[in-house]
Structure formats: structure tokens, C-alpha cells
């Protein structure tokens, strides 16, 4: 019997010493086959999210964030204790005890699988970052098998911090949100370290189901599953019973339900500025790495300049579609029957995609046309009886193929939607009615930059960034027109012309294969010998081309390449591209013309100061100039710290300073005098192409260089009468008013090397030094050409030979009469005047 007994025991202890082996053989051998090949769990000791890239103000302020997933990294070291506690008593109240997994919780879970139930989770926040990291999210064995092993390695790799610091980091929180710092900010503003109770366990509460425990639309299971974390927190001694029972009391607060201020609504709207930003740093350092390498960008936007600039800009654009009389509207209506029902119609308001980014316009809807007037429900403000627009405000637009507008309702109908803005006094702010507005057809773009370090202080790329992304300051590639000739005379005077040289301004033809083109004038007139300031004040082509074709195109084009009009070997070398006939862009333009206003000195625009990495080391600094005193803490008396410029040189200073005093002319009084007028020294040079299709103004003053540019995006004429000087010219005007208000603006820096010399600047004359009159102007001359100069005439006729019999034309008609001059006795003489040539057509651009 006791044989019996012994035998069945050592049968049993043998079978189950066999099948303990067995087991350990068949357990070994599976972590050895699924552990063979698995990721390099060592690679997260480096680890390093994709993380949101912020761009900020000169000033400092945050202005825009891009990125892929939303993330703003924590160290473990930032995050309070109470988040760490809510995450670990909703995902894995044993976390701090376990070696990498949770044996209760794998039988649990084997438990329900037998029992019929879906294979689930138990896994432990150490697996959980495994499968985030590197392993699939697929529902199987074999990947449980896997993180199992790699959490197990994990946790003798990484410290407990370390690995909730991984996690906390990574976990997908809804909203586009990962991690708990950007969370924190996307359901209530604020950061980690404010967070109360029942917040920190709402986002504890996430994980389980991010997309389907939405504070708004799943309110109620999204305060269960939270009252569910701040229990366990009570029940794992993390917060007392008191804490417990009054955050579970609270309701559910968030952004999204309107608690809250979102973190949105503190920064400026996305426009044109950021939105290049994003474009050239995506070219520079790729767009891996500006999505999610976690940059801080500090940028050279300026909002106060940003917003006058695009004040400017619209108020251009508006005033000449209004000018037209077309009311075009938005286009958009939202359905009549909801027009009942204020609840109704405000949901369908918002939902609206129209432009909402304009200063001072606001969204609204015609409810009712009625007689003389038009009732509007106005977004965001509450019904007033005052919310109508009356019949004298229509009266200047009307429909296409329509008579004009006596009432709002030959314009407008109920359901549409529009945009309005407050009328009131220019006496008091005192509201006097609304008015309806339209976007423009036209665009245009707009650029302003420091002259001296090609840091971008405004650009606004068209009338609204969300009616238009498209920026047409870099993107928009256009005729430049007449603001192109300063290359060419830029490029003359540095071959040994001068501001006094005489260029004939007459009919010319040139030949083109089988055409022959026949540029011509703006008034449609010619005025023969012409000084070289007067050509570009009065905008002359005829003398453009003529001055082109003596110098050579090549010369031309080598110039405008190194100012960075063009790329190197992009311009085409035919004349008539002499009068801005190839395409380019704002942002070109003003950048070259900096480097009039700079002395001649190589800038490079940019709208970023400098890019810090994630871990704050600099990696683009714009400025490269040095400064030499900074670092001493004694500088002379009445001395500042001196600033050294090793920049490259693109143009002989004297030459630069006689490009910009011509065309300081044109201000003063050239085609730009009546409409640009400011109280410090300004130069620039209006265009306006071919059939009024684009006009451009650009211009600047010591230290601030501007530009404008109006068209249709598909190019067609804007009508007679558009010209750079009409359109561009207010705009610059507004904006460069307050620049100077904040900047100042000084005299035109005057280069060594040269002498100022008395001319007649129709004639080109040489007058004494006395002499005074609106004819005669200073011009600064190298000190070895004044003598060369003025030995005898200088006249470029381009072949041109002068006919017989040919009708003289007025000066008078172009000029303001002959040259008077007062001598130095006091006398007033006049200058004989120049001869003129009859009225012949022609063609080409102006």
C-alpha cells in the first residue's frame, strides 16, 4: 500500500517536474523566438518626439506653432506630481512595483479571453510605451508576447522617471494633442503646473478612449471615466477623501465647452508673415525637422507694422474695386428657413467658410430686405435694432448686368452672407451706420524691410490670408515695369555716364526677326535730349532703351542678377526687357532696392532673426555683422558701440548715391510727387506695365525700404488711368508715415570721392554755385568726370538721326515751362530749352 502511495506521488511529482520543464523549455523557447529580431529598445534612452516648432515676435510673443502632432515636451522633472499620480491610478496603480508587467492583470485579462471576452488590455505603462514606440498597435499574441519582453528590458535599461516621462510625453490626449503639456493647454489654457484636481484626472482619463471622451459631445461617459480616475487616486492614498469628493462634485470644464478662453484666440490669426516662415524654413531645413523638430523661431515680425501694412494694402485694393461700382459679394448663403430661428441661423453663420481676418469687417447674414433697408444678423454680436444697412449705402454698386443699386435689395437677398463694417465719425468714433463690403477682385502685396540688414518688418501677400493663401509678395511673379529702369540707369552711371548726360529722347525702332518694335512714351510724345535725371523722373522708355542699347544688354542683366532681380543667368538679354518686361517679384524688388538706400552694400531679406533647436542651441543667426565696442564696458564719450559690415559690395557708393538722389526726384517731383509726400527724404520709382495689368510702387528713406504691387491674379487690364504712382503711391505713403514716426529717416548718407555741381536739370547745363530755382539741382559728380563731363556735350542718340520738317513739341506740356534760374546777382535768366519732337504712336510697355 505504502508502495502504492509512494509510486502515485513520484508518478505525480515526476509529471509535473516533466511539465515544469517542459513548461520553461516551451516559455524559453518562445522568448527566444520573439525576442530575436525585436527593436533596439536602447535607441529611447535618446529619445526625441516630434514636437511642435513655435515662431515668435521680435518682441518675444508667440505668434504661430506648426507642427504634425501637437506636442510640447515635459521633462519628468516638470510634471507634478498629481499628473504623474492621476496617469498612474487610471493606467497602472502597480507601476512603481512591477518589473514591466503585471501578472494580476495578464490573469485577469486570460480570464475574460476564456470566458468568451475580447482579448484586452492589462498592459502596464511600461508596455504601453513599448507598443507607442516601436512596436504595431495590432490586437494580437504575438504582440503582447513582444512587449512583454521588450518592457521587461526596458525597465532594466531606463529608470522609473525616464520611462514615465516617455509616456506622458507621447500618449495621444484627442484634440490633435499628445502628451500632457499640450493637453494641459488644449482643454484649459493653462500650463502643468496650474492644473487642479479633477483637470489632471480628466486627462488621466484620455488614454482609454481619446476620440470618444469629448468634453462636449460625450460629456457625460467623459465625467464618468473621470470620476472613475479621481477614485482611484482616493482609493491608491494620492488625494484624501475630502479632495476627492469635492472634485468629483465639479463639472467638467473645458475649452471646448466655452469655459475657457482658448490658447488660440491669444494669438494673431495666421496670415502671410508666418505662412512664409513656414515656407523657406521648410526649404532650408527640411520639413521633417521644421514640423517636428521642435524649433523656436524668433522671427522679425512686428504686429503693429504688420497691421499697418495691411491696412494700407486693403484700403488700396478696396478703394479701387469700389471704383469699379461691381458688387460681386461672398458668394456664400446659408439656407432661408433657418432665418426663423436665431439659433439656427448663428450655426450656420459659423459654419460658414468666408474670410474672417479683415480689420475692423465682421460676418453677417441679410435676414430681411425690406423698402429702403436690409436687416443683418450679425456674428458674434447680439440682435440690435441699429444691425441694418440703408439704401444710400448700395447706391454706388450694382450687379453684373444690372443698373446701379437704388435699395438693399437690388444687391442682396435674405440667407446671404456678406461682410459689414461699423461707419462711424472721423469727429468723435461716434457709430453712424453699417455698411457692406465686399474682398476685392483685384490683390496686390505689400513688403517693408531695414535697409541695412534686410530684416522683413511687414509683408502682407494680398487683401485676407484666409480668402487667399496665396502670397504675392514671394509667389506672384509679375512685370515690374518702369520700376525696373533704376538697373539700367544704376548700371549706366557705373560705365562712366552721369545724371547730367543727355540721352535723346526720340522715335526708335528695333528690329526682331521678321517685327520691329516701336517702344513709345507714356504721353505718347517724344521731348529730345533729355538729362539722365529727368529720364528717370519722368519715367522716359524712349530713353530707357536708348541708354539700354548703348550699354548693352548684357550689362544690364549682369546688374540686375547682382542686385537679385533675377537668379544669375535668368535674365533674358533682348532691349525690350529694358522696361520691366520679365517677370519678378515684390520680394525681389524691394531687397534690390535696399541696396540703393544702403550704399550699395549686398543685403539678404529675411523674415527670421534666429532658429533654436530643441535644446536651445543656435543653429541660424540672419545679422553677421560684428560689433566691435559691445563687449567692452568702456566706450568714448559721445561714441556708440561701432558696428563692422564685412558684406559684400554691389555697387561703387557713388553710384548708389546718384541712383537714389534721381530718384528722390521722382518723389519730389517726378510721377510719384503728388501722391507720395513724407517729412524726411524719400527716392523710389513708380511702374505700371502694358495695358495697365500691374502697377508698382516701390521706394525708400534712409533706413526703411518699401514696396507695393496691385494686379488681377490673372492678369488683365485694370483700366486707363491705373498707374504705379496713383494706386501704389498712397499706400507706401500710409505705411511709411508711421515708419517714420517710429524709425525717423535722415538725409541720403553722401559717399567720399566726389563734388556737388550746380545743373539745369533739363538741360544739363552747368550753373554757378549761386544758383536757385525749381530747375536747378545739385549733382553729385565723381571728382575725375566733372572735368570730362562738361569739356563738351555728352549725347546718346542710339543711331537715332533727327528728321527735318518733324512738328516741335512743347516742353512746357511735359515740363512746367523753359528753365528759369536766379544768379548769384539775384537776376532771373532763362535757359534756352531743349528741342522737341512731334507726337508719334508706338508701342511697348510704360
Same mark, same amino acid.
Given at each position: 500500500?505504502?508502495?502504492?502511495?509512494?509510486?502515485?506521488?513520484?508518478?505525480?511529482?515526476?509529471?509535473?517536474t516533466?511539465?515544469?520543464?517542459?513548461?520553461?523549455?516551451?516559455?524559453?523557447?518562445?522568448?527566444?523566438?520573439?525576442?530575436?529580431?525585436?527593436?533596439?529598445?536602447?535607441?529611447?534612452?535618446?529619445?526625441?518626439?516630434?514636437?511642435?516648432?513655435?515662431?515668435?515676435?521680435?518682441?518675444?510673443?508667440?505668434?504661430?506653432?506648426?507642427?504634425?502632432?501637437?506636442?510640447?515636451?515635459?521633462?519628468?522633472?516638470?510634471?507634478?506630481?498629481?499628473?504623474?499620480?492621476?496617469?498612474?491610478?487610471?493606467?497602472?496603480?502597480?507601476?512603481?512595483?512591477?518589473?514591466?508587467?503585471?501578472?494580476?492583470?495578464?490573469?485577469?485579462?486570460?480570464?475574460?479571453?476564456?470566458?468568451?471576452?475580447?482579448?484586452?488590455?492589462?498592459?502596464?505603462?511600461?508596455?504601453?510605451?513599448?507598443?507607442?514606440?516601436?512596436?504595431?498597435?495590432?490586437?494580437?499574441?504575438?504582440?503582447?508576447?513582444?512587449?512583454?519582453?521588450?518592457?521587461?528590458?526596458?525597465?532594466?535599461?531606463?529608470?522609473k522617471?525616464?520611462?514615465?516621462?516617455?509616456?506622458?510625453?507621447?500618449?495621444?490626449?484627442?484634440?490633435?494633442?499628445?502628451?500632457?503639456?499640450a493637453?494641459?493647454?488644449?482643454?484649459?489654457?493653462?500650463?502643468l503646473?496650474?492644473?487642479?484636481?479633477?483637470?489632471?484626472?480628466?486627462l488621466?482619463?484620455?488614454?482609454?478612449?481619446?476620440?470618444?471622451?469629448h468634453?462636449?459631445?460625450?460629456?457625460?461617459?467623459?465625467?464618468?471615466?473621470?470620476?472613475?480616475?479621481?477614485?482611484?487616486?482616493?482609493?491608491?492614498?494620492?488625494?484624501?477623501?475630502?479632495?476627492?469628493? &469635492?472634485?468629483?462634485?465639479? $463639472?467638467?470644464?473645458? #475649452? +471646448?465647452?466655452?469655459?475657457?478662453? @482658448?490658447?488660440?484666440?491669444? /494669438?494673431? %490669426?495666421?496670415?502671410?508673415?508666418?505662412?512664409e516662415?513656414?515656407?523657406?524654413?521648410?526649404?532650408?531645413?527640411?520639413?521633417?525637422?521644421?514640423?517636428?523638430?521642435?524649433?523656436?523661431?524668433?522671427?522679425?515680425?512686428?504686429?503693429e507694422?504688420?497691421?499697418?501694412?495691411?491696412?494700407?494694402?486693403?484700403?488700396?485694393?478696396?478703394k479701387?474695386?469700389?471704383?469699379?461700382?461691381?458688387?460681386?459679394?461672398?458668394?456664400?448663403?446659408?439656407?432661408?428657413?433657418?432665418?426663423?430661428?436665431?439659433?439656427?441661423?448663428?450655426?450656420?453663420?459659423?459654419?460658414?467658410?468666408v474670410?474672417?481676418?479683415?480689420e475692423?469687417?465682421?460676418?453677417?447674414?441679410?435676414?430681411?430686405?425690406?423698402?429702403?433697408?436690409?436687416?443683418?444678423?450679425?456674428?458674434?454680436?447680439?440682435?440690435? &435694432?441699429?444691425?441694418?444697412? $440703408?439704401?444710400?449705402? #448700395? +447706391?454706388?454698386?450694382?450687379?453684373? @448686368?444690372?443698373?446701379?443699386? /437704388?435699395? %438693399?435689395?437690388?444687391?442682396v437677398?435674405?440667407?446671404?452672407?456678406?461682410?459689414?463694417?461699423?461707419?462711424?465719425?472721423?469727429?468723435?468714433?461716434?457709430?453712424?451706420r453699417?455698411?457692406?463690403?465686399?474682398?476685392?477682385?483685384?490683390?496686390?502685396?505689400?513688403?517693408?524691410?531695414?535697409?541695412?540688414?534686410?530684416?522683413?518688418?511687414?509683408?502682407?501677400?494680398?487683401?485676407?490670408?484666409?480668402?487667399?493663401v496665396?502670397?504675392?509678395?514671394?509667389?506672384?511673379?509679375?512685370?515690374?515695369?518702369?520700376?525696373?529702369?533704376?538697373?539700367?540707369?544704376?548700371?549706366?552711371?557705373?560705365?562712366?555716364?552721369?545724371?547730367?548726360?543727355?540721352?535723346?529722347?526720340?522715335?526708335?525702332?528695333?528690329?526682331?526677326?521678321?517685327?520691329?518694335?516701336?517702344?513709345?512714351?507714356?504721353?505718347?510724345?517724344?521731348?529730345? $535730349?533729355?538729362?539722365?535725371?529727368?529720364?528717370?523722373?519722368?519715367?522716359?522708355?524712349?530713353?530707357?532703351?536708348?541708354?539700354?542699347?548703348?550699354?548693352?544688354?548684357?550689362?544690364?542683366?549682369?546688374?540686375?542678377?547682382?542686385?537679385?532681380?533675377?537668379?544669375?543667368?535668368?535674365?533674358?538679354?533682348?532691349?525690350?526687357?529694358?522696361?520691366?518686361?520679365?517677370?519678378?517679384?515684390?520680394?525681389?524688388?524691394?531687397?534690390?532696392?535696399?541696396?540703393?538706400?544702403?550704399?550699395?552694400?549686398?543685403?539678404?531679406?529675411?523674415?527670421?532673426?534666429?532658429?533654436?533647436?530643441?535644446?536651445?542651441?543656435?543653429?541660424?543667426?540672419?545679422?553677421?555683422?560684428?560689433?566691435?565696442?559691445?563687449?567692452?564696458?568702456?566706450?568714448?564719450?559721445?561714441q556708440?558701440?561701432?558696428?563692422?559690415?564685412?558684406?559684400?559690395?554691389?555697387?561703387?557708393?557713388?553710384?548708389?548715391?546718384q541712383?537714389?538722389?534721381?530718384?528722390?526726384?521722382?518723389?519730389?517731383?517726378?510721377?510719384?510727387?503728388?501722391?507720395?509726400?513724407?517729412?524726411?527724404?524719400?527716392?523710389?520709382k513708380?511702374?505700371?506695365?502694358?495695358?495697365?495689368?500691374?502697377?508698382?510702387?516701390?521706394?525708400?528713406?534712409?533706413?526703411i525700404?518699401?514696396?507695393?504691387?496691385?494686379?488681377?491674379?490673372?492678369?488683365?487690364?485694370?483700366?486707363?488711368?491705373?498707374?504705379?504712382?496713383?494706386?501704389?503711391?498712397?499706400?507706401?505713403?500710409?505705411?511709411?508715415?508711421?515708419?517714420?514716426?517710429?524709425?525717423?529717416?535722415?538725409?541720403?548718407?553722401?559717399?567720399?570721392?566726389?563734388?556737388?555741381?550746380?545743373?539745369?536739370?533739363?538741360?544739363?547745363?552747368?550753373?554757378?554755385?549761386?544758383?536757385?530755382?525749381?530747375?536747378?539741382?545739385?549733382?553729385?559728380?565723381?571728382?575725375?568726370?566733372?572735368?570730362?563731363?562738361?569739356?563738351?556735350?555728352?549725347?546718346?542718340?542710339?543711331?537715332?538721326?533727327?528728321?527735318?520738317?518733324?512738328?516741335?513739341?512743347?516742353?512746357?506740356?511735359?515740363?512746367?515751362?523753359?528753365s528759369?534760374?536766379?544768379?548769384?546777382?539775384?537776376?532771373?535768366?532763362?535757359?534756352?530749352?531743349?528741342?522737341?519732337?512731334?507726337?508719334?504712336?508706338?508701342?511697348?510697355?510704360?
Open positions: 500500500m505504502i508502495r502504492f502511495i509512494l509510486a502515485f506521488f513520484g508518478a505525480i511529482f515526476s509529471f509535473v516533466i511539465g515544469a520543464v517542459l513548461g520553461a523549455v516551451i516559455l524559453g523557447a518562445i522568448l527566444w523566438i520573439y525576442g530575436r529580431d525585436l527593436p533596439k529598445h536602447e535607441q529611447l534612452a535618446q529619445y526625441a518626439p516630434p514636437t511642435i516648432s513655435r515662431v515668435y515676435s521680435g518682441e518675444g510673443s508667440l505668434i504661430d506653432e506648426f507642427s504634425v502632432e501637437r506636442r510640447l515636451f515635459a521633462p519628468s522633472s516638470e510634471i507634478p506630481d498629481l499628473i504623474k499620480q492621476a496617469f498612474i491610478s487610471a493606467e497602472d496603480k502597480n507601476f512603481y512595483t512591477h518589473q514591466g508587467y503585471d501578472p494580476v492583470g495578464m490573469a485577469s485579462a486570460i480570464v475574460d479571453m476564456a470566458q468568451g471576452g475580447r482579448l484586452r488590455g492589462a498592459s502596464t505603462i511600461t508596455q504601453q510605451v513599448m507598443k507607442n514606440f516601436l512596436l504595431s498597435g495590432d490586437r494580437s499574441a504575438e504582440r503582447k508576447i513582444k512587449e512583454l519582453i521588450l518592457a521587461v528590458r526596458l525597465e532594466q535599461t531606463l529608470t522617471e525616464q520611462i514615465l516621462e516617455l509616456y506622458l510625453n507621447e500618449i495621444y490626449l484627442g484634440q490633435n494633442s499628445y502628451g500632457v503639456a493637453a494641459a493647454q488644449t482643454y484649459y489654457n493653462k500650463p503646473s496650474e492644473l487642479n484636481v479633477e483637470e489632471a484626472a480628466y488621466a482619463a484620455l488614454p482609454k478612449a481619446p476620440s470618444t471622451l468634453p462636449v459631445r460625450a460629456k457625460e461617459s467623459a465625467t464618468q471615466r473621470r470620476n472613475f480616475v479621481l477614485r482611484e487616486m482616493y482609493e491608491n492614498g494620492f488625494i484624501t477623501q475630502a479632495a476627492y469628493q &469635492d472634485a468629483r462634485a465639479e $463639472p467638467l470644464r473645458t #475649452v +471646448q465647452n466655452g469655459d475657457y478662453e @482658448g490658447f488660440r484666440s491669444q /494669438r494673431p %490669426p495666421r496670415g502671410y508673415f508666418t505662412d516662415i513656414r515656407r523657406q524654413l521648410s526649404r532650408d531645413f527640411g520639413a521633417e525637422e521644421f514640423f517636428s523638430g521642435g524649433l523656436s523661431i524668433r522671427s522679425t515680425f512686428d504686429p507694422f504688420q497691421d499697418r501694412s495691411a491696412a494700407a494694402l486693403q484700403r488700396g485694393l478696396e479701387y474695386d469700389r471704383s469699379r461700382g461691381l458688387w460681386r459679394g461672398t458668394g456664400k448663403t446659408i439656407p432661408t428657413e433657418t432665418l426663423g430661428d436665431e439659433a439656427q441661423w448663428r450655426e450656420a453663420l459659423a459654419e460658414t467658410q474670410a474672417r481676418d479683415i475692423g469687417w465682421e460676418v453677417a447674414v441679410i435676414l430681411e430686405t425690406s423698402g429702403d433697408t436690409a436687416t443683418l444678423g450679425i456674428e458674434d454680436l447680439p440682435r440690435e &435694432d441699429s444691425q441694418v444697412v $440703408p439704401a444710400k449705402d #448700395v +447706391q454706388w454698386a450694382r450687379r453684373p @448686368g444690372q443698373s446701379r443699386a /437704388r435699395v %438693399p435689395g437690388d444687391l437677398s435674405p440667407g446671404d452672407v456678406v461682410h459689414v463694417r461699423r461707419m462711424t465719425s472721423d469727429d468723435d468714433g461716434s457709430f453712424i453699417w455698411t457692406l463690403r465686399q474682398v476685392p477682385d483685384v490683390e496686390g502685396a505689400f513688403v517693408a524691410m531695414d535697409v541695412n540688414t534686410g530684416r522683413v518688418i511687414a509683408m502682407q501677400g494680398g487683401f485676407s490670408y484666409q480668402h487667399s496665396f502670397n504675392r509678395a514671394t509667389q506672384a511673379a509679375r512685370q515690374p515695369g518702369s520700376s525696373f529702369k533704376p538697373f539700367v540707369y544704376a548700371a549706366a552711371l557705373d560705365t562712366g555716364f552721369t545724371p547730367a548726360t543727355i540721352v535723346v529722347d526720340a522715335p526708335f525702332e528695333h528690329r526682331v526677326g521678321n517685327t520691329v518694335w516701336r517702344p513709345k512714351n507714356y504721353s505718347n510724345k517724344f521731348y529730345g $535730349p533729355t538729362t539722365l535725371r529727368t529720364g528717370i523722373e519722368r519715367s522716359r522708355n524712349l530713353m530707357t532703351v536708348r541708354l539700354a542699347k548703348e550699354i548693352g544688354m548684357s550689362t544690364v542683366a549682369e546688374y540686375a542678377e547682382k542686385f537679385g532681380v533675377y537668379d544669375e543667368g535668368e535674365m533674358l538679354k533682348y532691349l525690350p526687357i529694358s522696361l520691366g518686361s520679365q517677370e519678378t517679384t515684390l520680394y525681389r524688388m524691394v531687397t534690390a532696392y535696399s541696396m540703393f538706400a544702403n550704399g550699395g552694400e549686398r543685403i539678404y531679406p529675411t523674415l527670421v532673426d534666429r532658429v533654436q533647436d530643441r535644446y536651445g542651441n543656435t543653429i541660424y543667426r540672419h545679422d553677421p555683422r560684428k560689433c566691435v565696442d559691445c563687449a567692452s564696458p568702456l566706450v568714448p564719450q559721445g556708440g558701440p561701432r558696428i563692422v559690415s564685412e558684406r559684400e559690395r554691389v555697387m561703387d557708393p557713388i553710384t548708389a548715391y541712383i537714389t538722389s534721381m530718384m528722390k526726384g521722382v518723389v519730389d517731383r517726378g510721377t510719384a510727387a503728388r501722391t507720395v509726400n513724407l517729412p524726411v527724404p524719400t527716392a523710389g513708380t511702374g505700371t506695365t502694358n495695358e495697365e495689368k500691374d502697377v508698382w510702387f516701390i521706394g525708400f528713406t534712409s533706413n525700404a518699401a514696396g507695393c504691387y496691385i494686379g488681377f491674379d490673372q492678369p488683365r487690364p485694370m483700366g486707363k488711368g491705373a498707374a504705379g504712382g496713383t494706386m501704389c503711391g498712397p499706400v507706401f505713403d500710409e505705411f511709411m508715415e508711421y515708419a517714420v514716426e517710429e524709425f525717423g529717416g535722415s538725409d541720403f548718407k553722401v559717399p567720399p570721392g566726389g563734388t556737388f555741381i550746380k545743373i539745369d536739370r533739363i538741360s544739363g547745363a552747368r550753373l554757378s554755385s549761386s544758383a536757385s530755382g525749381p530747375n536747378v539741382v545739385a549733382e553729385y559728380f565723381r571728382n575725375d568726370s566733372t572735368e570730362r563731363v562738361f569739356a563738351g556735350t555728352v549725347v546718346v542718340d542710339g543711331g537715332f538721326k533727327m528728321g527735318s520738317g518733324l512738328p516741335l513739341y512743347s516742353r512746357q506740356e511735359a515740363l512746367t515751362g523753359v528759369e534760374i536766379v544768379t548769384s546777382t539775384g537776376q532771373r535768366r532763362s535757359i534756352p530749352r531743349n528741342s522737341g519732337f512731334g507726337t508719334i504712336s508706338s508701342g511697348g510697355l510704360y
